[in-house]
Nanobody
C-alpha cells in the first residue's frame, strides 16, 4: 500500500502563487506515475498534471499549461505542484494520486492511490 499526504494549500489572492507538496510513504517502489487533480464544489474531479515517478515525462491539462508545473523529488518521495498566476476559478480541493502502471493517463479511475486533499482558495 501507498499513503499520500498533501500539504501547502491555503488562501491566496488572484495572481499569486502556491506550491503544493505530496509526501508518499509505504510501498513507494510500486509507484510509476503520480498526478495532481482538483475538485471544485458541485463539479467532477479534474485532471491537472502528471509526471513519471522517474521524473522524465510530464503531461498537463490545457487549463493549467504554462501556469502550473509538476515536479518530484524521489529521494524525498515527494511530489510538488507549483501554481502561478492563480485565478478564482482555481479554487478547489487539490489531490495527489499515484498509479502502479507506467503510462501517464488523465483518467481519475486509473489511479490506485489518493491523498486526502488540500484546500486552495483564490480570492479576487
Amino acid at each position: 500500500q501507498v499513503q499520500l499526504v498533501e500539504s501547502g494549500g491555503g488562501l491566496v489572492q488572484a495572481g499569486g502563487s502556491l506550491r503544493l507538496s505530496c509526501a508518499a510513504s509505504g510501498l513507494t517502489s510500486s509507484i510509476k506515475v503520480t498526478g495532481w487533480f482538483r475538485q471544485a464544489p458541485g463539479k467532477e474531479r479534474e485532471f491537472l498534471a502528471a509526471i513519471s515517478w522517474s521524473g522524465g515525462t510530464t503531461y498537463y491539462a490545457d487549463p493549467v499549461k504554462g501556469r502550473f508545473a509538476v515536479s518530484g523529488d524521489n529521494a524525498k518521495n515527494t511530489l510538488y505542484l507549483q501554481m502561478n498566476s492563480l485565478k478564482p476559478e482555481d479554487t478547489a480541493i487539490y489531490f495527489c494520486a499515484a498509479r502502479r502502471s507506467y503510462f501517464i493517463i488523465d483518467a481519475v479511475g486509473s489511479y490506485d492511490y489518493w491523498g486526502q486533499g488540500t484546500q486552495v482558495t483564490v480570492s479576487s
